[in-house]
Nanobody, 124 residues
Framework: QVQLVESGGGLVQAGGSLRLACAAS????????VGWFRQAPGKEREFVAV????????YYTDSVKGRFTISRDNARNTVYLQMSSLKPEDTAVYYC?????????????????WGQGTQVTVSS
């Protein structure tokens, strides 16, 4: 049984930082592209970042470039999202997800497995 479990969310002031973690069981992250999506109230789920399974290269949506960093620790079967210079518009539930596709999948329907999400709230 595959499980993705996110942690590290919380309440932070604008300009602050948080590090999200996504731990997997039942699958090996090194064989998957792993992405982070977010969903704010009343909005569609949107792509944030992905680390490709081939070489671990990364891709980000424009609004988080230079502020967020996605990384892997294959030995721990965990993927991280380091978020810095947070803004109120980053407030959302953040989801970890895994895909067998090569490259940088950016649509929710390209992913097979999802975590339950972790809330990130940025106050102004």
């Amino acid at each position: 049984q595959v499980q993705l479990v996110e942690s590290g969310g919380g309440l932070v002031q604008a300009g602050g930082s948080l590090r999200l973690a996504c731990a997997a069981s039942g699958l090996t992250f090194s064989n998957y592209a792993v992405g982070w999506f977010r969903q704010a109230p009343g909005k569609e789920r949107e792509f944030v970042a992905v680390t490709a399974w081939t070489g671990g290269s990364t891709y980000y949506t424009d609004s988080v470039k230079g502020r967020f960093t996605i990384s892997r620790d294959n030995a721990r079967n965990t993927v991280y999202l380091q978020m810095s210079s947070l803004k109120p518009e980053d407030t959302a539930v953040y989801y970890c997800t895994a895909s067998k596709l090569a490259g940088y999948p950016q649509r929710p329907n390209q992913y097979s497995y999802w975590g339950q999400g972790t809330q990130v709230t940025v106050s102004s």
